[in-house]
């Protein structure tokens, strides 16, 4: 719990990550959030302001919408995938054999991996390659993927739903930038 306190909260914290994907998976910019959120495990997460599990919907420029959830507990492993719908085609990323649930079909046997347990177990080989290409970069090559502006974007994401938690209404991006 020492690390709770000065993580930031959930939004900060675990979030930041998937609002960074979902800004890169859309290609288009956040315009509004609403977040929500309870603490379902240990009391410390409310007294230091924060939750342990929550929803943002996140609305984009462009009129897409995107629903990321985060629970710091989950008893069956460390969970992370994507999925998405559209008009197009539904697809999913995450569902490998390490999937922490539990298929309550009893005529599908998936996932029959063991879980996964811890995030650094998970995203082993995208550590190592993000390690790779940040020597590069401390070379003088060019840097590829996300800019620092993307950051700055993903952070008033995350101030937004924050803001939106406490405030528990929907908050412009607009709006945060501003004050």
């Keep these: ?11 900060r914290d675990c979030a930041v990550h998937d609002f960074d994907i979902i800004n890169w ?3 288009q910019r956040a315009v509004e959030v609403f977040a929500t959120g309870t603490v379902q495990g240990d009391p410390l997460f409310g007294e230091y302001d924060d939750v342990d599990t929550a929803a943002v919907i996140v609305k984009f420029d462009g009129g897409a919408l995107g629903v990321v959830s985060n629970a710091r507990y ?3 492993g460390y969970d992370c995938r994507l999925e998405i719908h559209g008009f197009g085609d539904s697809v999913a990323a995450g569902w490998d054999q390490g ?27 995208a550590f190592r390659t993000e390690l790779a290409a940040f020597v590069e970069v401390t070379k ?15 952070a ?3 101030e937004a739903a924050t803001q ?6 929907p908050v412009l991006i607009e709006e945060i930038k501003t004050r």
Excluded: C, K, Q
């Design 74 to 76: 989950n008893a069956r």
């Design 99 to 125: 999937v922490p649930v539990r298929n309550t079909d009893p005529h599908n046997t998936f996932p029959e991996g063991p879980a996964h347990h811890f995030f650094m177990d998970r995203f082993t080989d």
């Design 156 to 158: 008033w994401i995350a």
């Design 1 to 11: 719990m020492d690390y709770i306190r000065g993580s930031g909260g959930i939004f």
């Design 25 to 27: 998976i859309t290609g």
């Design 164 to 169: 939106s938690l406490h405030r528990r209404v």
């Design 140 to 154: 003088g090559n060019a840097i590829l993927g996300a800019t620092v502006a993307d950051a700055v974007e993903v």
